[in-house]
């Protein structure tokens, strides 16, 4: 195939959706409950209510909504660190737009700007470089923010400045690492998982041997996924045939995207300039060894967490916030007590609330709200 309407082509979802039934009913059941399958990325988790593939899937077939957010884990400390160098009067504060409205314990970044903080959208770590080089008398802060996907953007980012000498440019490092957390996931206590999606932009940079440990130690099923609805309905298909075959294997659904080995530039780059941080913080997951990365010390001039003063306090979520549980799959986000009511996309209460790749926003924007009002 080679156009992407052809992925979303309604007559092959139909025959892969009878493949999937005829495959799922030769399975045995876990102790009579359906197969619990985590889709790892919020592409993914916005594609299926999008094109409304979880209500196709047969019963016995459950999808759990996984961590691969980067907005949405964001933990409200570090929205409040963002807003206190935002509010210093020398700094420009860049940030991609979806990280705006994240709530903090005082606000936003977007109500920040209201406040009149200097804040600015842009598209890429490269443009807030621009703005650097633009306005030399001013402190230019990128927030950024991602997994491996956009990580090598940032890196290459700050090996440019470096190479031009540019010394009013910075990042608050909020970059984040998926395989520890998959392996969080993994460990947490009483978790039911027959199989897991993998993410398809961060394995771009990766590859697929990572995971192995996922089908090797932990004995799970993974298929790195495209994002279109075939795609996803393909490597549903797939997991299920591993799960009958009672084979525990690493798969690439995505192989017109994903090479095996990744990216061997970006990776570089990604590994010239960061080193792992002992913990992270994650909104919902609480504290994961390893998960995130800083900036190494060669290029600590650019890091923002050294050039600014920031609070760096724990902030716990509100307490009628659910988005943990919704995080670890533990809840649907139309279970949570405040969905579509105090916590609505305009009105964000959590940060799933805010991306369009938030499990609560894509069930809000795609029937959820219908959903809801079914089950109360
Ligand atoms: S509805 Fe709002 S508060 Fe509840 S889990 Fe979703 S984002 Fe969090």
């Not at 919902?284 to 001039?301: K, N, P």
């Amino acid at each position: 195939m080679k156009y992407v309407d052809e992925f979303r082509d309604g007559e092959k979802a139909r025959v892969l959706i009878g493949e999937i039934e005829a495959l799922v009913s030769s399975i045995r059941l876990p102790e009579g409950r359906p197969l619990y399958l985590m889709e790892v990325c919020g592409g993914h988790t916005h594609s299926i209510f999008r094109y409304g593939l979880e209500g196709m899937l047969p019963k016995e077939i459950e999808l759990v909504h996984g961590p691969g957010c980067p907005v949405c884990v964001l933990p409200m400390g570090r929205v409040d660190d963002c807003v206190a160098i935002a509010e210093n009067p020398k700094v420009i504060f860049t940030t991609f737009g979806d990280a705006m409205r994240v709530p903090g314990s005082r606000k936003s970044l977007l109500q920040a700007k209201a406040d009149g903080a200097d804040v600015r959208m842009v598209y890429s770590p490269m443009d807030a470089l621009e703005l650097a080089r633009r306005n030399p008398d001013r402190e230019v802060v990128f927030f950024g923010l991602g997994f491996e996907t956009t990580m090598p953007s940032t890196a290459l980012t700050i090996l440019q400045a470096e190479s031009e000498g540019i010394s009013n440019f910075s990042v608050f490092c909020n970059h984040i690492t998926i395989v520890p957390t998959i392996k969080a996931i993994l460990d947490s206590p009483g978790l039911q998982l027959d199989g897991f999606l993998g993410p398809g932009h961060v394995s771009m940079v990766i590859g697929t041997a990572p995971y192995e440990f996922i089908a090797n130690y932990y004995r799970k099923p993974m298929v790195v996924a495209g994002f279109e609805p075939l795609d996803i309905l393909q490597s549903i298909w797939m997991l299920l045939k591993q799960i009958g075959e009672g084979r525990t294997e690493v798969e690439n659904q995505y192989a017109r995207v994903v090479p095996d080995e990744g990216n061997n530039a970006a990776l570089r780059a990604v590994a010239e300039v960061y080193e792992l941080r002992e913990f992270f913080e994650w909104r919902g997951l609480g504290s994961i060894d390893h998960s995130g990365v800083r900036l190494r010390e060669t290029y600590a001039h650019f890091d923002a967490e050294r050039k600014f003063a920031i609070p760096n306090v724990r902030i716990a979520d509100p307490k009628s916030c659910q988005c943990g549980e919704v995080l670890k799959g533990a809840l649907k986000p139309w279970q949570c007590k405040v969905f579509g009511t105090s916590c609505t996309p305009e009105t964000p209460l959590g940060a799933l609330m805010v991306s369009s790749e938030g499990a609560c926003a894509a069930y809000y924007q795609y029937g959820g709200q219908k959903r809801q009002a079914e089950v109360v």
